[in-house]
């Protein structure tokens, strides 16, 4: 139900957001512009090759990050991003402003037009809050392996007294009822991307730099998540599993000769699995960032029509806020949970021996 609720919320602010104008949230120095809270909160849940952390009496105040372009005119280059500041061109490189490539950054050809590189090997701000969270997850699980190791049979004493209690909700909770006695050879792969999507949900509640980038409600590294989970699922497949598929047992002949119907459906339900697993994860940690800069927002668009409506609204939105971070923080360890647990399910079914 609270899903539903945010994904209610997010699709109000954000269609409502295009028809409602005050300050905008860039302001130039010599002029202000109309605040639109649609764009606002595209632009910070959206990737971007460098970290905007505040605006200061119309000053940018943000963290640049490397660009890695290979150019199929001038080759690889590399450089900083904060060349690339408010629409400058550098090089015949600039981020384009409109059209399909928006925000992107684009290469000058020798007609004029501007078109993408061939090979756009950016660290952009997902990227870096990627590789940040693998270097807390190598960290946070060398260390707990260390203390197993320097004192077996022992009891768990500090990181390694919150880190155990996990792994073995992965193991008893998930795994083991979800796969059968075959679950030690999935744990590896169910432990990485538990607490690889939930380090990287409770990252992104925190509204400081180096943490914030809305990378699991990034689309293509759910994609690619559940595409693991795709091809986990058929590397371990057995004949009773694709029997199932093919010539499900206890339906009726008439679904499947002459026309296979049932077969095309349970061949349709492989192929849309993963792809639930995709948009549920993206879905609802997009929404409820969403929300929170919905909120967040109502204090500028009230705050534009007078001061005093922005006071007034301020407490309310802050509270709305408070309370949608505590809903996300809740949301945070059941996306976790049920990723791992519908991708565990996957496996057992896959792998499933036939019984008599």
């Known amino acids: 139900m609270a899903h539903w609720i945010k994904y209610g919320l997010a699709l109000f602010f954000l269609a409502g957001g295009w028809c409602v104008q005050a300050q905008d949230h860039e302001i130039e120095s010599t002029e202000h512009e109309s605040f639109n809270p649609g764009t606002f909160i595209l632009e910070h849940i959206g990737d971007a090759y460098e970290w905007h952390i505040l605006t200061v009496n119309g000053r940018h105040v943000s963290v640049p990050l490397p660009v890695i372009l290979y150019s199929r005119q001038s080759g690889f280059r590399a450089f900083m991003s904060s060349r690339l500041h408010h629409g400058e061109t550098w090089r015949g490189f600039r981020i384009a402003e409109e059209g399909p ?118 689309i293509a590294i759910t994609m690619v998540l559940a595409l693991l989970t795709f091809i986990i699922t058929l590397g371990s497949s057995n004949r009773h599993y694709w029997t199932h598929i093919v010539n499900a047992p206890g339906v009726p002949w008439w679904l499947k000769i002459p026309i296979p119907l049932m077969p095309f459906i349970e061949f349709i339900g492989v192929l849309i699995k993963p792809a639930v697993l995709m948009i549920r994860l993206f879905a609802n940690i997009t929404a409820g960032h969403i929300v929170v800069l919905a909120f967040f927002s109502l204090i500028f668009i009230f705050g534009g029509k007078s001061i005093s409506m922005g006071y007034g609204v301020s407490a309310l939105s802050v509270a709305f806020t408070v309370f949608m971070s505590v809903l996300e923080l809740l949301v945070a360890f059941i996306q976790a949970y049920v990723f791992t647990l519908l991708s565990a399910l996957y496996f057992g079914a896959a792998c499933e021996e036939v019984h008599h």
């Open 101 to 218: 490539d928006k925000g992107k950054i684009v290469e000058q050809a020798a007609d004029g037009t501007f078109v993408r590189p061939a090979l756009d090997l950016s660290v952009t701000k997902n990227v870096f809050a990627l590789l940040l969270s693998i270097v807390i997850i190598l960290s946070v699980f060398l260390t707990v392996a260390r203390r197993y190791r320097q004192h077996p049979g022992e009891a768990p004493k500090g990181l390694q007294s919150l880190i155990e209690p996990l792994i073995l909700f992965v193991r008893d909770d998930i795994a083991r009822p979800a796969i059968g006695h075959k679950y030690n050879r999935f744990m590896p792969f169910l432990l990485t991307i538990f607490f690889f999507i939930l380090i990287n949900n409770l990252m992104g509640l925190i509204p400081l730099f180096p943490f914030g980038a809305n990378v699991t409600g990034n």
